[in-house]
């Protein structure tokens, strides 16, 4: 079964976020920032969540976001465009879908990379962003006056081949001084070259990616999942900004036509 929906508006009411802390942007470093929190800077305060992977069903990023959405004020988030954990470790990429969920909940997004790593065994750990950069586009947010949707777009086509660069440096650095073996630039060279310069084609690549995800997961049988009938669904959702978000459910159960 493939259900099918549209979301054609964003009405919500914020319940149960956290406090968050507040930090002066002067003593401001996204590393050691809680996952959610408010910077201030004079009388300009902004909410700001950061994301420790691209892949938006680790670590639970949406968790992190929304504790932002309670604040009247500009709402930031920092994602890492790639996270490369080591050759025998898993690298993620940032897809179309995320930023499109973002501008639809009016969130800006820092698209950010790494600088820093620790050893762990056969794998890199504890990755650090260039707290620099992300200052540098904090300082740029809170001057632009534009929607965040405009903002995002305007990262993707203006900026986005240009921490692509970043990551790939930053991680051959990464790679000799914890002399753990990486995957790789060609990945990120042909990520490089797939999105081009032009937002449709990151949009392409990056459904094709979901959709076969999708059709994977669709087939997979986990024998720990316990279910009253075998009725996988995919289920693929599409917002008014081009969004589109490709799920899959473990069991559809029909009761008088719902």
């Given at each position: 079964m493939n259900i099918t929906g549209k979301i054609t508006g964003v009405k919500y009411k914020v319940v149960l976020t956290e406090n968050l802390k507040k930090i002066d942007i002067k003593s401001?470093?996204?590393?050691?920032?809680?996952?959610?929190?408010?910077?201030?800077?004079?009388?300009?305060s902004?909410?700001?969540?950061?994301?420790?992977?691209?892949?938006?069903?680790?670590?639970?990023?949406?968790?992190?976001?929304?504790?932002?959405l309670q604040h009247?004020?500009?709402?930031?988030?920092?994602i890492p465009i790639v996270k490369d954990e080591g050759a025998k470790g898993d690298r993620d990429f940032i897809q179309w879908d995320t930023v499109s969920l973002m501008s639809l909940l009016d969130v800006f997004v820092i698209f950010a990379?790494?600088?820093?790593?620790?050893?762990?065994?056969?794998?890199?750990t504890n990755q650090q962003f260039d707290n620099k950069y992300v200052l540098s586009k904090i300082k740029?947010?809170?001057?632009?006056?534009?929607?965040?949707?405009h903002w995002n777009l305007n990262e993707l086509n203006?900026?986005?081949?240009?921490?692509?660069?970043?990551?790939?440096?930053s991680y051959i650095k990464i790679e000799k001084f914890t002399d753990i073996k990486l995957h790789g630039s060609n990945g990120l060279t042909n990520f490089k070259n797939k999105i081009g310069k032009d937002v449709s084609l990151f949009m392409a690549f990056s459904r094709g990616k979901a959709e076969k995800a999708q059709s994977r997961e669709f087939v997979a049988f986990q024998p720990k999942e316990s279910l009253s009938t075998f009725s996988k669904?995919?289920?693929?959702?599409?917002n008014y900004l081009g969004g589109q978000y490709f799920l899959t459910v473990d069991e559809v159960l029909m009761?008088?036509?719902n």
């Open positions: 401001f470093d996204i590393n050691e920032a809680p996952s959610a929190c408010v910077i201030t800077d004079n009388k300009h902004f909410a700001i969540s950061k994301w420790v992977s691209p892949k938006r069903t680790r670590s639970y990023p949406f968790e992190r976001v929304y504790n932002t009247i004020s500009k709402k930031i988030t920092v990379y790494y600088t820093n790593a620790e050893k762990a065994n056969i794998k890199i740029e947010i809170e001057q632009y006056h534009s929607s965040a949707l203006t900026n986005l081949h240009y921490i692509i660069d970043k990551v790939k440096s669904a995919k289920i693929t959702i599409t009761a008088k036509g």
